[in-house]
């Protein structure tokens, strides 16, 4: 059983920036893949970022593209999420996952393993 902690959330202003943080409790952590997603209050749980095994590919949904980055760290077990040029409409609950595959996928349903979440808002 892998256990995902994140951290890193907050209240920020418009166009303020957070750093996202996903520790892993799991050894071969560079085993799997790692994605990123948020749910606001009343609607679904939506894609963010995701990276493969190694970091030598990401995908961003689109209404986060050039403002956030996913990285990850296999030597400390952690993914993180940068987010920059932060908005209203980015106010949501992110949760980490971790997918037991080398390469990453773009729906919650294909992950294995998630996070409890931190919290993000945004005020205007």
């Known amino acids: 059983q892998v256990q995902l902690v994140e951290s890193g959330g907050g209240l920020v202003q418009t166009g303020g920036s957070l750093r996202l943080s996903c520790a892993a409790s799991e050894p071969a952590f560079s085993h799997y893949a790692m994605g990123w997603f948020r749910q606001a209050p009343g609607k679904e749980r939506d894609f963010v970022a995701a990276i493969n095994w190694n970091g030598g590919s990401t995908y961003y949904a689109d209404s986060v593209k050039g403002r956030f980055t996913i990285s990850r760290d296999n030597a400390r077990n952690t993914v993180y999420l940068q987010m920059n040029s932060l908005k209203p409409d980015d106010t949501a609950h992110y949760y980490c996952?971790?997918?037991?595959?080398?390469?990453?996928?773009?729906?919650?349903?294909?992950?294995?393993?998630w996070g409890q979440g931190t919290q993000v808002t945004v005020s205007s």
């Open positions: 996952a971790a997918r037991r595959n080398y390469m990453y996928a773009l729906t919650p349903g294909q992950y294995n393993y």
